[in-house]
């Protein structure tokens, strides 16, 4: 099976700005995970999709959202950007249909760089 | 405090030594464990999962839970170069999958 993919893999941006990041999951996975990860904090819980219903969601402001599409395919928006937002972006999947505690596969990631 | 502590490292080992990389956690009721490895600037990728209390062996790994004491480890035997990378410690508290990660430990094995 294909694994997870994201797109696109480099971005830069200058503040204000807004970005869109794509991810689809492994084929058959229905649950889509976003994260985002920067030195300072570690690997922090954006937010979790399944059936294009968001199911989880972590502690970041209302700049930070996303969507899921019927075939699974993700993606997240960051609006106004701040110097703060450059990290790495994961994106995971897994299948969904359990109730908690799946095994997630990364994406290679998405890095922006905001200027 | 936070959800899941790892100790930042570096923790380096010899060649051929086992390497014992440790995590807390501070909800009592998490329910599922994971270890995922990083390689820089690489995304992670899933090493094991432990759900129960005791020991999972999988090859050179095996990851330790103690729920009672909310620790969980991972043993590499038979260290490797290759095996130098950071460590991440994930806990879900049941709650679908929404996931909590450690800061990680960089792992450096020497040859």
């Known amino acids: 099976k294909a694994g997870v993919t994201q797109t696109p893999r480099y971005l830069i941006k200058t503040r204000g700005q807004q970005v869109t990041l794509s991810c689809s999951p492994i084929?058959?996975?229905?649950?889509v995970s976003w994260y985002q990860q920067t030195p300072g904090q570690g690997l922090q819980f954006l937010f979790e999709y399944f059936s294009e219903t968001q199911r989880n969601k972590g502690n970041f402001p209302g700049r930070f959202s996303g969507r899921q599409f019927s075939n699974s395919r993700s993606e997240m928006n960051v609006s106004t950007l701040e110097l703060g937002d450059s990290a790495l972006y994961l994106c995971a999947s897994s299948p969904g249909w359990g109730a908690s505690g799946e095994t997630q596969y990364f994406g290679p990631g998405t890095r922006l760089l905001v200027l | 405090q936070k959800e899941v502590e790892q100790n930042s490292g570096p923790l380096s080992v010899p060649e051929g030594a086992i390497a014992s990389l440790n995590c807390t956690y501070s909800d009592r009721g998490s329910q599922s464990f994971f270890w995922y490895r990083q390689y820089s600037g690489k995304s992670p990728e899933l090493i094991m999962s432990i759900y129960s209390n005791g020991d999972k062996e999988d090859g050179r790994f095996t990851a330790q839970l103690n729920k009672a004491s909310q620790y969980v480890s991972l043993l590499i035997r038979d260290s490797q170069p290759s095996d130098s990378a950071t460590y991440l410690c994930a806990v879900n508290k049941d709650n679908f999958n929404k996931f909590y990660f450690g800061s990680g430990t960089k792992l450096n094995v020497k040859p």
């Open positions: 084929s058959g996975h229905r649950s």
